[in-house]
């Protein structure tokens, strides 16, 4: 289920991605493509995750923030007023990644601000049964913390084990 309580959207479409130089593989070759259910399963494991934004005036910004996988689109929380909500005000294109470069997803998609209850309350449930911890949901409190949902349009994984033949780039639909 994802954050808003909606049913999962359609698996991606994989494919190997572009990398002239690298010597990759063809899609069937090597271990092949990784399936989605590869990247999910290193989202919810991942303890933290790299989220980069840009500036207003063009800079980029990186921030380790927790993170949690909804089903649907990856979670976050930040300060309202933190550069990183700054950032996503002016230009809500993100690209997010699990902190293990060994086995990487790196997202690419667009940051939402949420403030509907129920998705507040979905999110602090997946932060308390990730993380150990005992927030209340009025931590979310939307003058206070944003809640921000990250929606694929692409993804990226690979396996350290198989640089040449697991490249592989998931899209999604609208």
Same mark, same amino acid.
């Given at each position: %289920?994802?954050?808003? @309580? *909606?049913?999962? !959207?359609? /698996?991606p479409v994989?494919d190997?991605?572009?990398?002239?130089?690298?010597?990759?593989?063809?899609?069937?070759?090597?271990?092949?493509?990784?399936?989605?259910s590869?990247?999910?399963?290193?989202?919810?494991?991942a303890r933290?995750?790299?989220?980069?934004?840009?500036?207003?005036?063009?800079?980029?910004?990186? %921030?380790?923030?927790? @993170? *949690?996988?909804? !089903?649907? /689109?990856?979670?976050?929380?930040?300060?309202?007023?933190?550069?990183?909500?700054?950032?996503?005000?002016?230009?809500?294109?993100?690209v997010?990644?699990?902190?293990?470069?060994?086995?990487?997803?790196?997202?690419?998609?667009?940051?939402?601000?949420v403030t509907?209850?129920?998705?507040?309350?979905?999110?602090?449930?997946?932060?308390?049964?990730?993380?150990?911890?005992?927030?209340?949901?009025?931590?979310?409190?939307?003058?206070?913390?944003?809640?921000?949902?990250v929606?694929?349009?692409?993804?990226?994984?690979?396996?350290?084990?198989?640089f040449?033949?697991?490249?592989?780039?998931?899209k999604?639909?609208?």
């Amino acid at each position: %289920m994802s954050a808003s @309580g *909606a049913a999962p !959207g359609p /698996e991606p479409v994989a494919d190997r991605p572009y990398m002239p130089g690298y010597g990759i593989l063809g899609p069937d070759e090597g271990s092949g493509l990784l399936s989605w259910s590869w990247a999910v399963e290193r989202m919810r494991a991942a303890r933290n995750f790299w989220l980069c934004t840009v500036r207003p005036d063009g800079r980029p910004h990186a %921030m380790p923030v927790w @993170g *949690a996988w909804s !089903g649907r /689109e990856l979670m976050f929380s930040s300060s309202v007023p933190s550069r990183k909500m700054v950032n996503l005000r002016a230009n809500p294109q993100v690209v997010v990644t699990t902190e293990e470069a060994e086995n990487p997803v790196v997202i690419e998609g667009v940051a939402e601000v949420v403030t509907d209850l129920p998705t507040l309350q979905r999110f602090i449930d997946l932060v308390n049964e990730k993380y150990s911890t005992g927030y209340r949901v009025d931590f979310l409190d939307p003058a206070v913390n944003a809640t921000v949902a990250v929606r694929p349009q692409r993804a990226f994984g690979l396996r350290q084990g198989d640089f040449t033949g697991s490249p592989t780039r998931w899209k999604f639909g609208t």
